[in-house]
């Protein structure tokens, strides 16, 4: 069994991760008669979870004290350790060519990512014709988020932005879907890979 803890931002993050309980929690029997087999518990502990990082001898008393608060056979006390699990993370890339000088591609770019989720998180001119942008993402719908980093190069009155996608599968292959949306709105060339 595992015990997890969610600190979450706000409502909003955390209707969205009561869904996915919801979700887990499910029919288990309904499960079991489609034929998809039982996937295991997943349940909302409605209790106060308490993570006491306590010096020796000390839990002893911690606990003793709050026997003398709740009714017996309440309290349950798990010893765990934090166990990293990050999921897989998935690089997409786009090659785009624009026929325009870097100083428009950057505000075309900044008005392309203003109209989604987005905080740009470091904009550096490196010289004329060289600049660098990293956005950070948040893809509707519950995909997860993306960090985008785009390094433009003017070359000959023409603007390469190499634009590298970061995130969760999903979350950046729908991205990396929007941004070719996006662009095939201007006189662009694209190069995927």
């Not at 409502?11 to 087999?37: N, S």
């Not at 897989?88 to 950057?106: P, Q, W």
């Not at 070359?155 to 590298?164: K, Y």
């Amino acid at each position: 069994m595992h015990i997890i803890t969610l600190n979450c931002a706000d409502d909003t993050e955390k209707k969205r991760v009561r869904y996915v309980i919801d979700k887990w929690e499910g029919d288990k029997e309904g499960q079991r008669a489609k034929g998809k087999g039982l996937r295991g518990e997943v349940a909302e502990v409605k209790a106060i979870v308490v993570k006491g990082d306590l010096a020796e001898g000390k839990l002893g008393d911690f606990i003793d004290e709050l026997y003398s608060k709740i009714s017996a056979g309440q309290v349950e006390i798990y010893k765990a350790e934090i166990e990293k699990i990050e999921p897989e993370k998935k690089i997409e890339r786009l090659n785009v060519t624009f026929k325009d000088n870097i100083k428009s591609v950057e505000k075309l770019i900044s008005f392309i990512f203003s109209k989604k989720n987005t905080t740009l998180r470091e904009h550096r001119n490196l010289s004329d014709n060289f600049s660098e942008m990293v956005y950070q993402v948040y893809m509707r719908r519950g995909k997860g988020g993306v960090e985008v980093r785009i390094v433009l190069r003017e070359e000959g009155g023409e603007t390469v932005a190499d634009i590298r996608l970061e995130g969760i599968e999903v979350a950046s292959k729908s991205l990396k879907a929007d941004l070719l949306d996006d662009f095939s709105f201007f006189d662009v060339s694209i190069d995927e890979e």
